[in-house]
């Protein structure tokens, strides 16, 4: 190191400075005596003490991946975080010798406009040697903005019930909000689009009249945020068969009672009518004994668009 021309002779010091967070210097400071006009020159030597990891952050594409956090940390609780550049690239410094790192890609929400969902590999550990590391490459995948629910229908009489058959979608937050409610298509998978991010539950209502048939649905809640692409089933339903056969019974002797005789039909009215209370009494007995519906909570990995399927932790 030389320095030539110094307007003001007399003592100067040069202070080594700590490069990168990997080099030490000898000597740490040195006192040279300059004269107007002399040149010297001043030697440093460098010892490598730490060494660094590098690796590259894409898109599934093979697309570079500008300002992902990656970070690292250690057993002893030490953590440092560096952004990759616009070619995607990172390198963490300063990394001891004989020292296992964890480096993984950390997410931290919202970074200019971007959400990351996941990284392959999650996570990489790495025991560092007398040399830099290199090739430490993650994949990164960002959550779409369009959210697509989809699933599927399950239960008996399906073909038969299908066109009374109403998909209900509504806010966790706010049960009684519907977010969206329609029929099934001509199979049992239905999808819909741009939902409200966040939790929603998912079940089945029927367009029937409650008299005829008891219709119980299962209720999933789904997270939107989380994952706004996802496909979910099977979404099952359970229908009363007792109530509809009883229904089928009152009405043929309500219907089938008349008489040509004046005496005759007041008395089959008489039937009816009791007939009619029996049912009443029985309609009633059968809402009260109506099961709350229970919540089945299930989370659901990876972008699965596809109502072929369900993927289910």
Not at 7 to 25: A, D, K, M, R
Not at 208 to 228: A, G, H, K, N, W
Request: glycine residues 8%; charged residues 25%.
């Amino acid at each position: 190191m030389s320095h030539v021309g110094l307007s003001i002779p007399g003592v100067i010091e040069w202070h080594s400075l700590f490069c990168f967070q990997e080099y030490v210097f000898s000597p740490p400071v040195e006192a040279i005596d300059i004269g107007s006009g002399e040149s010297k020159e001043v030697v440093f030597y460098a010892t490598r003490v730490a060494f660094s990891a590098m690796g590259k952050v894409t898109l599934l594409s093979g697309q570079p991946k500008e300002g992902v956090s990656v970070e690292r940390g250690e057993s002893k609780g030490f953590y440092e975080e560096i952004i990759t550049d616009s070619s995607g690239y990172y390198r963490l410094r300063g990394l001891q010798p004989d020292t296992t790192y964890v480096i993984k890609i950390a997410r931290k929400g919202e970074l200019h406009g971007m959400h990351i969902e996941r990284a392959s590999p999650e996570s990489l550990n790495v025991k560092v040697g007398f040399e830099d590391i290199k090739e430490l490459d993650f994949v990164v995948f960002e959550l779409p903005d369009v959210t697509i629910l989809s699933g599927h229908v399950e239960g008996k009489k399906f073909k038969e019930l299908r066109s009374h058959i109403r998909v209900e979608i509504r806010s966790v937050d706010d049960p009684s909000k519907v977010e969206s409610v329609f029929p099934l298509p001509i199979s049992n998978f239905f999808h819909v689009k741009d939902l409200p991010k966040g939790k929603h539950l998912l079940q089945l209502r029927s367009a029937m009249p409650s008299s005829t048939r008891r219709f119980e649905s299962d209720v999933i809640e789904v997270d939107l945020e989380r994952q706004p692409q996802i496909h979910v089933g099977p979404l099952s339903y359970r229908i009363d068969e007792d109530i509809y056969k009883q229904e089928l019974t009152h009405a043929r002797v309500s219907f089938g009672s008349e008489s040509r005789s004046n005496g005759s039909v007041h008395k089959h009215a008489k039937v009816a009518e009791m007939v009619s209370m029996v049912h009443l009494g029985s309609s009633i007995t059968a809402k009260k004994d109506v099961k709350k519906l229970a919540v089945r909570k299930k989370t659901y990995r990876g972008p699965c668009f596809c109502p072929s399927r369900s993927l289910e932790e």
